[in-house]
């Protein structure tokens, strides 16, 4: 008998030792789900802390401060013309007669830049077909400007022209070359092409070398020109970046800053640049307006004229000197004028070496548009000699000034997206973070109460008093 209550005892003792082990078990799981939601807590207040302070050092804005180096005029006053303009010149730049642009395609690399092979269908292109085409565009038409001397394609490919026969000239198509490219049909975007080798050659081989600072005013002008295009670049392929496994388009800030906005004399550059363009087509604003606008369509030709006329009042009201080409050109030798037709001329010759058709049409465009700014800025008689202005030079001069502007309005936008990222960032980690923690406190409680109503049950068995359990057996027993 002595032999069966030991028995007992030992069972009740093993169930009471296997009770304390899960009730340990229990408390270590509560002590672990306590500790993880202080560290929640403490990662939680530290993502908002760290997130809320980047966000208040973030500039959150450019600051349109002082006056554009060698420009005349000030940062927020061309940015306020800007503003009215950019409008009106974004959709002068959808009509027919200034969205068609001839370029051509079939020219030859003349340098040695290695192979950089452009495989996404965004590189590829489209052309207008004749049919598409005004056939006043198509009749050939004596150029009223002398032709050339010289093609200035090569450093060492030139002959010595005297002054006196010495003439600004951008680029000429020859008639039965040349396709006709609608640039709306064919926006400027990113296209995954990878083109830094030939800024690489532009600027070691056609900008002069050297600090900026160090420079005379002549050489640095060009030197931000060049530079003020690559920024304006660089912001409409990040304002129109595309993601090609998607094929979704969407401002992409965080590459706009790495290429432009973390570098603020780059904006500066772009500024320069602008003010340069307007200063053009103010000079030009005469012989522009006498322009035959002409796509053989009269309502739309009527809306681009007025738009035109707009952009012009607009420019000689707001901002008539936003350059002095008289500080620059006037004074400028002959052989400084040589330099600056030759490095453009080269530059649209190195953009015969990019593999993506898109981006090679948008460079030619461009540089185009800004050696038919420079050839109206170093015309004796801007507003009688920009009434000669061909039509592929008023179309480059207006949609690379578009382009420009373009990049000008992008910069606001692209600081404000910047900052409601990190805004909506702030937001998603409050909300985000503390429902997570709210929901493991309410496990944790929920877990507690289930384990205090386990041990509740638990109360007055046996188990908890061996000694009154034995005694109990005993009486019952007698």
């Keep these: 008998m002595q032999r069966g209550q030991d028995e007992i005892v030992d069972e009740l003792t093993q169930l009471k030792i296997e009770r304390a082990k899960r009730r340990q078990r229990k408390e270590w799981e509560l002590k672990m789900m306590g500790k993880c939601i202080s560290w929640l807590i403490y990662a939680y207040v530290a993502g908002i802390i760290i997130t809320g302070l980047n966000y208040i050092l ?36 959808y009509k027919k007669y200034f969205k068609i642009f001839r370029v051509n395609l079939e020219n030859d690399c003349p340098f040695s830049i290695g192979e950089y092979i452009c495989t996404s269908r965004k590189c590829v292109i489209c052309t207008c077909n004749t ?69 690489d050659v532009i600027y070691k081989e056609n900008c002069y070398q050297g600090s900026l600072n160090e420079m005379c005013r002549e050489k640095r002008a060009l030197n931000k020109l060049v530079q003020g295009l690559h920024t304006s670049i660089s912001t409409q392929l990040s304002e129109f970046y595309v993601d090609l496994s998607t094929n979704r388009t969407y401002p992409n800030y965080s590459l706009y800053f790495e290429r432009v906005g973390n570098h603020p004399e780059r904006i500066r550059n772009l500024f320069f640049i602008y003010s340069v363009l307007l200063r053009a087509v103010i000079l030009a604003s005469p012989g522009i307006q006498k322009h035959d606008i002409n796509s053989m369509s009269f309502e739309e030709d009527t809306r681009s004229k007025y738009l035109l006329n707009t952009i012009l009042s607009l420019g000689n009201s707001q901002c008539s000197k936003p350059f002095d080409e008289q500080q620059f ?80 309005n992008s910069i606001d936008l692209m600081f404000e997206r910047r900052a409601r990222y990190y805004q909506n960032l702030i937001l998603t980690i409050t909300i985000m973070g503390g429902v997570f923690i709210l929901f493991m406190v309410a496990m944790r409680k929920i877990y507690s109460e289930m384990d205090k109503k386990i041990q509740n049950m638990f109360k007055g068995m046996p188990s908890d008093n061996p000694q009154k359990a034995n005694k109990n057996t005993k009486s019952k027993r007698d």
């Design 131 to 199: 049919s598409e085409i005004p056939s006043n565009w198509l009749a050939p038409v004596s150029s009223p400007i002398s032709q050339p001397k010289d093609d200035f394609a090569f450093w060492d490919s030139e002959r010595y022209l005297s002054p006196s026969e010495w003439i600004w000239h951008v680029e000429d198509i020859e008639n039965d070359k040349g396709v006709y490219v609608d640039l709306k049909l064919n926006p400027e975007a990113y296209t995954g092409y990878q083109g830094q080798h030939i800024w």
């Design 329 to 408: 050109f006037n004074q400028i030798t002959f052989d400084q004028k040589k330099d600056y037709q030759r490095y453009i001329h080269n530059i649209s010759k190195i953009m015969d070496c990019v593999e993506c058709q898109k981006c090679r049409v948008f460079g030619k465009m461009q540089t185009y548009g800004l050696g038919t700014a420079l050839k109206i800025l170093f015309s004796e008689s801007p507003s009688e000699f920009s009434g000669k202005l061909k039509r592929n030079e008023l179309v480059a001069l207006i949609n690379t000034f578009g382009k420009v502007s373009s990049s000008v």
């Design 58 to 93: 973030l500039e959150k804005g450019f600051k349109y401060e002082g006056i554009v180096e060698d420009s005349c005029q000030d940062f927020q006053t061309l940015k306020s013309v800007n503003d009215q303009i950019f409008p009106l010149l974004d959709e002068l730049t």
